[in-house]
């Protein structure tokens, strides 16, 4: 069984549309993120999402809204796509998120590449 | 604002040699970094995680170590095989932030 799967794999869209990404993990973790990684490969956090509290990166446009309607999805909704949003995203989990001595081994999806038109 | 950095941003070795890959942070105050490798067209798979208070981390092959106050972590691969041709990235997680990644290694293994 996947451990963090994510849909859609590919996706194709037009500058202005909205879209959504889904996540889901199934390994009990109460911690799940939101990165995307760049045509350059530079991996970027844009959120984490722990026990109903959101912690967002300041750099991440308001465009960009997570939704988790229980503690296994946490899905990705953009407004008004842009260009320069084409990218791989990557949603990953972990069993804590507290610091030192707490289990933040993350757990990768295999990704959405997102090419906007 | 933490920084990550590693080097070399490319590596080619032949299959057998033992290797060292080197991440560097430029802000002490974390509470774990963590190893990750990175197949083309895949996901991130995590690698090893070292907290704050330990040293080093081993799983069989792979040797990671952790020195906070220099600012610097090393991944040591053992008798090197193709399977392990992939990127490799460190992670930190600042203390009240959170995980921010460098930019990784390419190691390519060749038979």
């Known amino acids: 069984d996947t451990a963090v799967s994510q849909t859609p794999k590919y996706l194709v869209t037009q500058m202005g549309n909205d879209k959504s990404i889904k996540c889901e993990q199934n390994l009990g973790h109460d911690t799940m993120y939101w990165y995307k990684q760049d045509s350059k490969k530079f991996l970027k956090i844009m959120f984490s999402y722990n026990n109903k509290e959101l912690i967002i990166n300041e750099t991440v446009p308001n465009r960009f809204s997570p939704k988790s309607p229980d503690k296994a999805h946490l899905n990705l909704h953009i407004n008004s796509l842009e260009l320069g949003d084409s990218a791989v995203y990557f949603c990953?989990?972990?069993?804590?998120?507290?610091?030192?001595?707490?289990?933040?081994?993350?757990?990768f999806g295999p990704g959405t590449r997102l090419l906007v038109l | 604002k933490q920084e990550v950095t590693q080097i070399p941003a490319a590596l080619s070795v032949p299959e057998g040699e033992n290797l060292v890959l080197n991440c560097s942070f430029t802000d002490s105050a974390i509470y774990n970094l963590q190893w990750f490798r990175q197949d083309p067209g895949k996901g991130l798979t995590s690698l090893l995680l070292i907290q704050s208070s330990q040293r080093e981390q081993t799983s069989g092959r792979l040797n990671a170590s952790l020195d906070k106050s220099s600012g610097r972590s090393t991944l040591y691969i053992a008798a090197s095989q193709p399977g392990d041709s992939a990127t490799y990235l460190c992670a930190v997680r600042p203390y009240g932030q959170n995980f921010v990644f460098g930019p990784g290694t390419r190691l390519s293994v060749l038979p």
């Open positions: 990953a989990s972990s069993q804590d998120l507290g610091g030192s001595n707490y289990q933040e081994t993350q757990y």
